[in-house]
C-alpha cells in the first residue's frame, strides 16, 4: 500500500519566517510533486522532481524553492512566508506517466 | 502546454440520478486522463482513469467516456449516493516526463 506523509497537518507561521514543508514517500517513485490547493483554482503545481537532486518549475514557483536530497524525500521551503502563501499543501508521487499518489496534505496559515 | 478546463464547478443532483463532468484538453499528444475524488478534509484519490488508446471505460457505478478528435473526455456516476458528495479533478498528461495537468474541478452534492 503506498504511502505518502507529510511532516505536518496543520502549521501556523508568523509573516518573514522560513518555512519547510516535508514530504516522504515508501514506493521507490521516481516523481515527486509540490501542490497548493485554494477554493476555485484547484490545484496549483508549484514545483517537481524527477529524480534526486533535479527540480522543475511548476506554475507558480515564485516565493518557494524545493530540496530533494533522497529518493523518497521531497521537501518545500518557503523562503520568507506571506500572508498570501497561506493555503493548503499538497504533496503527490508516482511512476512515469502513472497513478499519482497523494500526502493527506499541510494547512499552512501564515499571520 | 497542456491545458484543461472541466465544467461545471458546482453539480447538485438528486439521489439516484446521474451526473456527468466534462473536461477539455489542448493538447492532442496528451495520451493518459485520470480522474481523482477528493472528499472534504482528505486528500485526492484515484478513482478512474483511460489511456487514449481506449474510447471507454466503466468500473460498477462510474465510467469515463474519452473522444480524441474533440478533445474532451468526461465522468459519468449514475444512481448517485451521498457518499458521491465531494470534489472530482480531472487530469491530462503526454505520458512522460511531464506532470498531470488538473482541471479546477466539480463540486458534487448528492441531494437525499
Known amino acids: 500500500d503506498v504511502k505518502v506523509t507529510q511532516s505536518s497537518r496543520y502549521l501556523v507561521k508568523r509573516t518573514g519566517e522560513k518555512v519547510f514543508l516535508e514530504c516522504v514517500q515508501d514506493?521507490?517513485?521516481?516523481?515527486m510533486f509540490w501542490y497548493r490547493q485554494d477554493p476555485g483554482l484547484g490545484l496549483r503545481l508549484i514545483y517537481f522532481s524527477y529524480d534526486v537532486k533535479m527540480k522543475e518549475k511548476g506554475d507558480i514557483p515564485e516565493g518557494y524553492s524545493v530540496s530533494r536530497e533522497k529518493k523518497e524525500r521531497f521537501s518545500l521551503i518557503l523562503e520568507s512566508a506571506s500572508t498570501n502563501q497561506t493555503s493548503m499543501y499538497l504533496c503527490?508521487?508516482?511512476?512515469?506517466?502513472?497513478?499519482?499518489?497523494f500526502g493527506p496534505g499541510t494547512r499552512l496559515t501564515v499571520l | 502546454g497542456e491545458n484543461v478546463e472541466q465544467h461545471p464547478s458546482t453539480l447538485s443532483v438528486q439521489e439516484g440520478d446521474s451526473a456527468v463532468i466534462k473536461c477539455t484538453y489542448s493538447d492532442s499528444a496528451s495520451n493518459y486522463f485520470p480522474w481523482y475524488k477528493q472528499e472534504l478534509g482528505k486528500r485526492p484519490q484515484l478513482i478512474i482513469d483511460i489511456r487514449s488508446n481506449v474510447g471507454e471505460k466503466k468500473d460498477q457505478r462510474i465510467a469515463v467516456t474519452l473522444n480524441k478528435t474533440a478533445k474532451h473526455f468526461s465522468l459519468h456516476i449514475t444512481e448517485t449516493q451521498p457518499e458521491d458528495s465531494a470534489v472530482y479533478f480531472c487530469a491530462a498528461v503526454v505520458s512522460g516526463n511531464t506532470p498531470l495537468v488538473f482541471g479546477k474541478g466539480t463540486r458534487l452534492s448528492v441531494i437525499a
Open positions: 503527490a508521487s508516482s511512476d512515469l506517466g502513472r497513478e499519482q499518489f
Open positions: 514506493m521507490d517513485h521516481e516523481n
